[in-house]
C-alpha cells in the first residue's frame, strides 16, 4: 500500500490518484484556493431568484437524510426564499433518537412538506443480502435509491431543481473536477451538488447546524461508537456504520480514515495523531451496528464473519490474536 504523505489515505481507495506520493483529495483541497466560491455563491443566489420568480408550489427537491448537511443545505436554500421539497430514502435499520429527531427538526423548524420514501422491507433485505454476499457493498442497491428517488420524485411533480450535499468524488479524490452538477441532470431535470457552490467544512457545518436544532449522538448519550472518531456524521441508523466498515476488509481503511484524513486537510488533527487513531480504531466494526446490521437482514453474526472472511484482502490484510483483521503494515 502506498500511504499519503499528507493525510494518511492509502491508495486503496477505488478511483485514487496519487502524484509524487500525494493523493488526489490532498491536492484537490489545495487547489481550491483557485475556485472562485464568491462566484459560485452568487450563481447559486441567481439560480434560487430565478426558480422562485416561477411561482410554482415547490422550487425544488432537496434530498436530506436529517443530518447536519441536510440541516445546514435547508437552512441555506429557505434562506435565499427557496420552498424545497424535502425527500429522504429510509433503510431498514434501527433509527438513533438523534436520526429521528434530526428529521422532525426539518419539517418543524422550517415548515416544510416532507415524503419519506421506504421501499420494500422485503426488497431491502434480499437487495443487501445479495450485495453483501457477492460484493461486500451490503448497500449498493440502497444507495443508489438515495439519488434515483429525489430525482423520480422531482420528474413526477415536474420540479426542475434537484439538490444533494457535497461532490463525493472530488472531496474523497476520485475526479479532479468539484463540478455544480450531477450526472443525473437532463435537459428537464438539473440536480445540483449543493457544496460545490461553497467550500465545504464539515466542522463550520456542523456548529451552524447545532444552532438551528441538529442533535449529535453525545446529546442523548445513546451511543459510543467504536471504530469512529466523532459522534455527528452518520448517525441517522445503527447498521448503517456496519456498511462502512466493510471498506476495510477489502480496501484497508474505512470511517477512522476517511474523517482523519479531512481533518488533516484542514489542519485540525496532525498527521501523527491521525495514524495514532487509524491504527487503533479503523480496524474495529461497533458491536452495536453489526448486531443491527445482522438482525435487520436475517443472518447470524457468525455468517457476517464468514462473507468478510470471503473477501478479505489478504495483500494488505492479517488476522490478529483475537481474530480481527488488522492492516499488515499497522501491526
Known amino acids: 500500500m502506498q500511504i499519503c504523505k499528507k493525510c494518511n489515505m492509502p491508495d486503496t481507495r477505488p478511483g485514487s490518484v496519487f502524484e509524487e506520493g500525494v493523493c ?39 434530498a436530506v437524510s436529517g443530518g447536519k448537511d441536510s440541516t445546514y443545505i435547508v437552512a441555506t436554500l429557505t434562506g435565499l426564499g427557496m420552498k424545497p421539497l424535502l425527500v429522504t430514502v429510509a433503510d431498514e435499520f434501527t433509527k438513533t433518537q438523534a436520526g429521528k429527531h434530526n428529521l422532525n427538526n426539518l419539517s418543524e423548524r422550517f415548515h416544510l412538506d416532507h415524503l419519506l420514501v421506504r421501499f420494500s422491507p422485503k426488497e431491502f433485505r434480499e437487495n443487501t443480502l445479495r450485495d453483501f454476499e457477492k460484493e461486500l457493498n451490503p448497500l449498493k442497491w440502497i444507495e443508489e435509491k438515495l439519488y434515483e428517488a429525489p430525482f423520480s420524485i422531482a420528474k413526477k411533480f415536474k420540479i426542475p431543481l434537484v439538490f444533494f450535499g457535497e461532490n463525493s468524488g472530488y472531496e474523497y479524490g476520485s475526479d479532479n473536477a468539484l463540478s455544480l452538477t450531477h450526472p443525473l441532470s437532463d435537459a428537464e431535470t438539473t440536480v445540483y451538488y449543493f457544496f460545490a457552490f461553497q467550500a465545504y467544512n464539515e466542522i463550520e457545518v456542523m456548529k451552524k447546524s447545532k444552532e438551528l436544532g441538529f442533535k449529535d449522538l453525545d446529546y442523548f448519550g445513546e451511543w459510543y461508537r467504536q471504530g469512529n472518531i466523532e459522534n455527528f456524521t452518520q448517525i441517522d441508523s445503527m447498521g448503517y456504520i456496519a456498511h462502512i466498515w466493510t471498506k476495510f476488509p477489502k480496501f484497508g481503511f474505512q470511517r477512522v480514515s476517511d474523517m482523519t484524513s479531512r481533518m488533516v486537510r484542514k489542519g485540525l488533527l496532525t498527521k501523527e495523531l491521525a495514524d495514532l487513531l487509524i491504527r487503533e480504531r479503523d480496524y474495529v466494526l461497533d458491536p452495536f451496528a453489526k448486531r443491527d446490521f445482522c438482525s435487520t437482514i436475517g443472518i447470524t453474526e457468525s455468517y457476517f464473519d464468514k462473507i468478510v472472511d470471503l473477501h478479505a484482502n489478504r495483500s494488505i490484510l492479517v488476522k490478529d490474536a483475537n481474530g480481527c483483521w488488522r492492516r499488515n503494515d499497522l501491526i
Open 24 to 62: 488526489l483529495a490532498c491536492r484537490n483541497y489545495e487547489n481550491r484556493q483557485h475556485i472562485d466560491f464568491e462566484e459560485r455563491e452568487a450563481l447559486l443566489a441567481k439560480i434560487c431568484k430565478e426558480r422562485i420568480a416561477e411561482g410554482d408550489e415547490y422550487d425544488c427537491v432537496c
